[in-house]
């Protein structure tokens, strides 16, 4: 055994004869050994030196053996050193104080030579292997700590993809689709559901851009579309996609929801546009078109290039629905699937805004405006009007035109910048002019125009 690896006895006895005996013992088993005469030497040494085992006198001045150990117990530096206690004493009290201070044995003086060592080495193998312990404790802890770093590493990591990739593949859309992670989402995976569809558009965006270089019209629209999106969250829908500055939100809970969004949407742009006219900047307005119904939500492409997206009908009315409501200059146009939806249908300011046949469709169908996303003051006068303006519309469907001209005309004294009114009094004065062909059902066909 080298020096370097010989374990070291600290040997503690106030009978010089005792000290000299033991430290001969040891030594000649090739035990290195430190030596104190009293129990106060033996703590100034155990400052500066860590021993692998202590060979303590019980009876000693000043300080017994007891005294030290329980001292040493206190120490984190020396509460783990095994002390074997070395007394003359028999009485059982004593050897019981003696393990409850934190002792771990006794040699029964006169001290024996094979004893000695016989519990020496002992004692000195159970110490090595509780530092061995102690070691591999420590290596575990380490690499547990370094594991559990790299995990939360690794977790950060997922976490931030798992946040971007939301910003291209909603997560809403995913668990519709049955999906924890966009990495499982595969080609074709679809599912059909009833949900309502938002579609709003700026009025106006290319002639709003052109004068602009394209750094300026990226970010005039993301501050746009920005003011508007999270507005979409709140009220319960994700954002299927953007189209330039329109919008494409779905909504899988309640037809309100998607109302409540246009509402606030509407404000929210408002708000916005008094800004720009604030600083010199043009002002800007939106339409939005809403319908309710059934959809196939999936992922289309191919296997190096997919995308989640929804392919219906339902879509393209929304749209159509919203190029409608620049028609009829107004901000909201409903669907009648989505008003019958509305659990709260009086609760919105709204009124019938024509009966249209839709691109594609056979069967007409009733929209509504929703004009609560309006200035107040409009929404004061559409208030107002609204009982005269949906009479002249019941008359002009009935192909009563001096009465729908009549109550049309009421409308637009309280209220002479209704646009919906314009069109109809401009519709009513063309069939009062030339009269209405025979098979006239005052069903608005909408083009793509």
């Not at 303590?56 to 053996?65: C, F, H, R």
């Not at 809970?253 to 606030?264: I, L, P, Q, T």
């Not at 290039?305 to 901000?331: C, H, K, P, W």
């Not at 609560?372 to 004061?380: H, N």
């Amino acid at each position: 055994m080298s020096e370097a690896t010989r374990p070291r006895v600290l040997v503690v006895d106030d009978t010089p004869a005792n000290l000299k005996l033991l430290v001969e013992h040891l030594r000649g088993a090739e035990i290195d050994t430190l030596a104190a005469e009293d129990g106060e030497s033996a703590l100034g040494l155990l400052r500066y030196e860590a021993p692998d085992l202590i060979l303590l006198d019980v009876v000693m001045p000043k300080v017994n053996g007891f005294d030290v150990c329980r001292r040493l117990k206190a120490d984190p530096a020396t509460r783990d050193i095994p002390v074997l206690f070395m007394t003359g004493l028999t009485d059982t009290t004593d050897k019981v104080k003696g393990f409850e201070v934190g002792g771990v044995d006794y040699l029964t003086k006169p001290i024996q030579n094979e004893e000695l060592l016989a519990r020496v080495t002992t004692h000195l193998s159970l110490r090595a292997l509780q530092r061995a312990l102690q070691r591999a404790n420590s290596d575990l802890e380490r690499r547990v700590a370094e594991r559990t770093a790299e995990l939360a590493r690794l977790n950060d990591e997922l976490l931030a993809t798992n946040q971007a990739y939301s910003r291209f593949v909603p997560t809403e859309m995913l668990g519709l689709l049955g999906r924890d992670r966009v990495v499982d989402v595969r080609l074709g995976d679809h599912v059909q559901i009833d949900m309502t569809v938002l579609f709003s558009d700026m009025r106006g965006f290319a002639a709003l851009t052109e004068r602009m270089t394209p750094g300026e019209a990226f970010a005039f629209t993301n501050a746009y579309l920005g003011r508007l999106s999270p507005i979409i969250r709140r009220c319960g829908g994700f954002i299927d996609k953007y189209i330039g500055d329109a919008i494409m939100a779905l909504f899988p809970g309640k037809a309100d929801d998607a109302v409540r969004a246009a509402v606030a949407m509407q404000r929210a742009v408002r708000e916005f546009s008094e800004e720009r006219r604030s600083v010199g900047l043009p002002s800007i307005s939106m339409g939005i078109g809403i319908h309710t119904g059934s959809l196939m939500l999936g992922t289309i492409g191919e296997a190096e290039r997919m995308e989640a997206t929804v392919i219906s009908d339902t879509v393209n009315q929304a749209s159509r629905l919203e190029r409608l409501a620049a028609r009829y200059g107004v901000a909201i146009v409903l669907s009648e699937q989505t008003m019958s939806a509305l659990r709260a249908r009086e609760g919105y300011g709204h009124r019938f805004l024509d009966e249209v046949r839709l691109k594609g469709k056979r069967e007409p169908v009733s929209v509504v405006e929703v004009f609560d996303g309006d200035p107040p003051e409009t929404i004061d006068r559409k208030q107002k009007t609204r009982r005269h303006f949906e009479q002249a519309l019941s008359d002009y469907r009935a192909r009563r035109f001096a009465e729908a001209n009549l109550a049309i005309a009421h409308v637009l004294l309280q209220h002479p910048t209704d646009k919906a009114a314009q069109v109809y009094q401009q519709r009513i004065a063309h069939l009062m002019a030339h009269g209405a062909p025979p098979d006239w059902t005052g069903v608005e066909v909408l083009t793509e125009k």
